[in-house]
């Protein structure tokens, strides 16, 4: 009897606004609107969560890439686009009844899959913009990388996970500045404050982001997926709860290929050969 094959690998497309694109090990979002700043509409958010998702059961995928055409990341959500629909006026509480099958999945998408994910930022990077920044298990930047909340300047209050990811980076004091007087920092503030990974002159950002995804690429991909679920999982539990969930995780690596790798080439004195599996 032959092995099962597994679930067929997923097509990747692109969509109006999104190159989607499978280079490897590595999967590519790229954000392609720079006539609107890289704002994200519906179709694009669709199309990242099925994307990020599909990663999951794709054995191909390794890490994910997250860039912006042109010299902006992202200018956030697209509110004219996701606001003035043709046909009659939503139902009150449209906003709340649709935000947690769009932005919001978005960044529950994102921190949850197990395959990591490198966020590139140049330019600015505003309030959902700011957030796939803040979600990525990495995010690089230009030292001159703008960053900026803008919620309470437009007169309304934070969504897509503001609240829940700065506070666990940076801590109350430095969130509320962001977020209730509307600070903008640089990327190279950034990075001080420890919001992002690291921050590099623009002419050296592209050299380090694909520096660190191709690092990534070539990790052993079964024990960085549980380490990252680890850490996303651990400030919600007490630490027996945590401590269950280690021992889980360390049986599943011991299961591993790499596994098996990374102690020949502790015995054999070499650089290890992961091969994701």
């Known amino acids: 009897m032959s092995p099962d094959p597994g679930p067929p690998a997923p097509p ?17 979002l790229t954000l392609d609107r720079e006539e609107r700043r890289n704002a994200v ?3 694009m958010v669709d199309a990242m969560v099925a ?3 599909a990663s999951n059961t794709d054995e191909r995928v390794r890490v994910i890439a997250l860039d912006a055409a042109g010299p902006n990341f992202c200018a956030g959500s697209d509110l004219v686009a996701n606001t003035t629909r043709s046909g009659p006026r939503p139902r009150v509480g449209s906003t709340q009844r649709r935000l947690p099958h769009k932005a919001n999945r978005l960044i529950a998408v994102m921190t949850e899959t197990q395959v990591p994910i490198v966020a590139v930022v140049r330019g600015w990077a505003t309030g959902l913009g700011f957030h796939l920044a803040l979600a990525a298990d990495f995010c690089v930047a230009a030292t001159d ?4 909340e803008p919620f309470l300047a437009r007169g309304f209050t934070p969504d897509s996970g503001a609240t829940w990811l700065l506070p666990r980076l ?5 969130s509320r ?12 503030t950034a990075a001080e404050w420890e919001i992002i990974h690291a921050a590099h002159p623009p002419d050296e950002l592209d050299r380090a982001a694909e520096k660190l995804v191709d690092r990534l690429a070539n990790a052993p991909t079964v024990a960085l997926g549980l380490t990252k679920w680890l850490l996303h999982t651990s ?9 269950h969930n280690e021992a889980m995780a ?27 599996r």
């Not at 940076?170 to 430095?174: H, K, Y």
């Open 41 to 43: 509409n519906d179709v």
């Open 177 to 188: 500045r962001l977020l209730m007087l509307g600070e903008e920092i640089t990327g190279a």
């Open 250 to 276: 360390l049986e599943l690596a011991f299961r591993s290929e790499d596994f098996k790798e990374g102690l020949a080439a502790f015995r054999e004195k070499r650089e290890a050969r992961f091969q994701g």
């Open 170 to 174: 940076i801590g109350l004091a430095r």
């Open 235 to 243: 400030a919600g539990l007490d630490l027996d709860r945590q401590l």
């Open 145 to 148: 990388a703008r960053f900026w």
């Open 51 to 53: 994307a990020i998702a």
């Open 12 to 28: 990747y497309a692109d969509v109006p606004g999104l190159r989607v694109a499978l280079d490897g090990p590595v999967l590519r």
